[in-house]
């Protein structure tokens, strides 16, 4: 096996999108006390542990808020969901640490190097900070992680990075502080200095998860651990953490979402083919956009790209302060082969386009035609879902455009359109049918061409035994 | 030595045609000639200006849309003043499974959509039509970016505009193809190109008039021409005669 822990030390701050691009200072709290801070408030001398009322002092701008372990855990969760598109057994350990353990998926990822610069890379896309650490057993690589410690260690020489670590490490292990403040107090330091430590003595005096922690990081004992189940339906929601107004700045809380999204459905192997995003406002109704696609997908860019096509027309009438994302219609989807030869997948070309087109002109925007059976003009030719082309009907001169609804010209006496004769170059052709459905046709059609100038259009036009003369078409 | 120079491929004169990428035959011999690529150009988009509408502006395009479409290429219409029929479509030969309709609510959607379309690689050609009263909207600037945008790919672009619009003839287009249609008293069209890449073209060119005689059997005025009457309830297999016992 082989753990990659990811820590997130600044989890408390980036659980507030907002407050990620502030260019004041910042900071959260807990008990009084400073937990993180930004970097406009370190410029300041702010630092984690520090009295509030101090940090207050260095600047008195310092905007601060209290610590929401609720929001932390739910990204947190979230986070988890983005892993298992890179790791099936993946392990939360709250507050603020992941496990994924990525011996398994070191083929598919290309390498440890590059996976943990893959794993890096979108992590900072999706605005959070990660220290990583990789080792052989569970606790090791927490305790790798926390200490900063980021390259891969191997089983022979875990050992000897994990002695110099300081003991205070240890609480990342799930150890009580009072047990390592009391060791501390003894003179030991490092982790090294716990181990040459009498076992049974150590049991004793400080619990027996010190023991616990300390065997299971050298993988002398098994680790017990509970990996992470994805829930059964998708939903996850972002707060800003205040008021967002322009539809650019939804763009990155809807990322996170999705890379949440599209790590779930690749745990369990499903595409979506559609989703809602619901953002909040302080004081009316949500603003929903559902957005559909023509085939299961589970790839962030596209779905992001279609959220983005939805955001540019998108005029929000009143600031957000949250999102909400659900999966609607979540299917099965087949892994995607890799091939030997690249070919051009065409038809997921043309479906791309299709969706970018009707994500921002709207659903019915874009169709195909139809040809249908039928003697009458009017019934055979509809708007149908693209693809579908109908039966191939015997060549006749029809002309491109049919008007949808056939344009008086009178008796016939004379015949003329648009103040000019019309002459008939070809026809009749008889069109009797359509009696079994009450649309009844029953008509001479001509083939006539307008004179004048300018002029010169060839039509298509009809008379109607007792109704007159018609233009029915235009041969554009 | 001057006879020997405009053989050399390298070098242009201001006589001739610029040598483009091929384009797609259009079907007619005479209007090829004239147009650098010996067809329209493709990866650029194409301005028509029909006097006015049917007189066989669309159906110029027929035998080009027929062999891109022969070829599995896709056929998008942007924003047709109504709903193209299927039947006529079919008869020019396109694939109506391979074709897509895209209506738009104005001017601004009409260029985003040609442009996103022109940009992808599976199309064989877009057809996008402006409305009259926008075409005040589509300025030089507009039509320059949709002309980036074709050079991206290999599709051939059409755009149907009015010239009777002011916005039109007076001022200069930024596509490198412009026709004007006409048509003239016994039924010819007349086509005029008044931009191409290559000298300036006097004469107008001429086509044959429509429905040439061969087409659809040649029936003759007035004898009557019925045609479908059956109902789909009774179709002739279904219907026994009872035996002529002799």
């Known amino acids: ?476 | 030595m001057r006879n020997a120079l405009p053989k050399h491929p390298a070098l242009w004169r201001g006589n001739q045609l610029a040598r483009v990428r091929a384009g797609v035959s259009t079907g007619h011999s005479a209007l090829d000639a004239e147009l650098p690529g010996n067809g329209w150009p493709l990866a650029a988009l194409t301005e028509i200006l029909p006097q006015t509408s049917g007189i066989g502006e669309v159906r110029l395009l027929a035998p080009a849309l027929a062999r891109l479409s022969s070829q599995g290429k896709w056929i998008f219409c942007v924003a047709p003043p109504v709903l193209p029929y299927a039947p006529t479509l079919q008869a020019w030969g396109i694939e109506l499974a391979r074709l897509a309709i895209v209506r738009t609510r104005n001017a601004q959607e009409t260029l985003w959509a040609t442009e996103q379309i022109l940009k992808s690689s599976i199309c064989g050609a877009v057809m996008t039509w402006i409305q009259p009263h926008e075409e005040c909207k589509i300025t030089y600037k507009a039509l320059q970016r949709l002309q980036h945008a074709a050079e991206t790919q290999a599709a051939l672009g059409t755009i149907f505009r009015n010239p009777n619009a002011a916005s039109v003839l007076n001022n200069p287009t930024a596509l490198p193809l412009r026709l004007s249609l006409e048509s003239a008293q016994d039924g010819r069209t007349v086509i005029r190109i008044l931009k191409r890449r290559g000298p300036i073209l006097e004469t107008p060119l001429w086509l044959d008039s429509f429905p040439s005689a061969g087409y659809g059997g040649g029936r003759t005025f007035p004898s009557p021409d019925i045609h479908a009457v059956a109902s789909p309830l009774f179709s002739s297999s279904s219907i026994r005669m009872p035996a002529v016992v002799a």
């Open chain 1, 1 to 476: 096996m082989l753990w990659l822990a990811l820590y997130f030390p600044r989890l408390p701050f980036e659980c507030l999108p907002s407050w990620l691009e502030r260019t004041a200072p910042c900071a959260v709290t807990s008990g009084g006390r400073v937990v993180v801070c930004n970097e406009p408030a370190a410029a300041c001398g702010v630092e984690p542990g520090m009295a509030l009322t101090a940090a207050a002092a260095l600047t008195p701008a310092l905007m601060h808020r209290e610590r929401d372990p609720a929001a932390e855990a739910a990204v947190l969760s979230g986070l988890a969901n983005w892993a298992l598109g890179y790791s099936s057994l993946t392990v939360v350990r709250p507050p603020s640490a992941l496990l994924l353990e990525i011996g398994g998926s070191l083929k598919l990822l290309g390498g440890l190097h590059a996976a943990l610069r893959t794993l890096h890379r979108a992590l900072a896309a999706q605005g959070h900070h990660v220290l990583p650490g990789c080792a052989p057993t569970l606790t090791a690589a927490l305790l790798l992680a926390h200490a900063g410690h980021p390259a891969p260690v191997q089983q022979e020489t875990l050992r000897a990075h994990l002695s110099p670590l300081p003991i205070h490490v240890l609480t990342a292990a799930g150890v009580e502080e009072k047990a390592l403040s009391a060791l501390a107090l003894l003179g030991i330091r490092t982790v090294g200095e716990a181990w040459a430590l009498p076992r049974d003595g150590l049991a004793r005096r400080y619990g027996q998860t010190l023991l616990q922690a300390l065997d299971g990081a050298l993988g002398m004992k098994g680790e017990a651990f509970e990996p992470y189940q994805p829930p059964k339906t998708f939903s996850a929601h972002a707060d800003f953490g205040g008021a967002v107004e322009g539809s650019e700045a939804l763009l990155f809380p809807a990322r996170r979402l999705i890379n949440q999204l599209c790590g779930w459905l690749a745990a369990s192997h499903n595409g979506v083919r559609c989703y809602t995003i619901a953002l909040r406002h302080e004081d009316s109704p949500s603003t929903v956009l559902r957005i559909g696609m023509a085939e299961p997908t589970r790839d962030p860019a596209r779905l992001l790209l279609l959220f983005r096509e939805r955001c540019s027309r998108l005029e929000l009438k009143k600031p957000a302060c949250g999102m909400q994302l659900n999966a609607d219609e979540v299917l099965g989807m087949d892994g995607a082969n890799t091939e030997l030869f690249a070919t051009v997948n065409n038809a997921s070309d043309v479906l791309q386009l299709l969706e970018r087109l009707q994500g921002r002109l709207g659903p019915d925007a874009v169709t195909g035609i139809s040809a249908e059976h039928d003697p009458r003009p009017e019934q055979a030719s509809h708007a149908a879902p693209i693809g579908q082309a109908g039966p191939v009907l015997p060549p006749a001169l029809r002309p491109l455009w049919l008007l949808p609804h056939p344009l008086p010209l009178g008796d016939g006496e004379p015949l003329s359109w648009k103040g000019q004769p019309l002459a008939l170059l070809r026809g009749p052709e008889r069109i009797s049918s359509g009696w079994w459905d009450g649309n009844r046709v029953n008509r001479d059609y001509f083939i006539a061409r307008r004179g004048g100038k300018p002029g010169g259009e060839t039509v298509w036009i009809y008379r109607e035994p007792g109704r007159g003369w018609f233009l029915h078409g235009l041969y554009s």
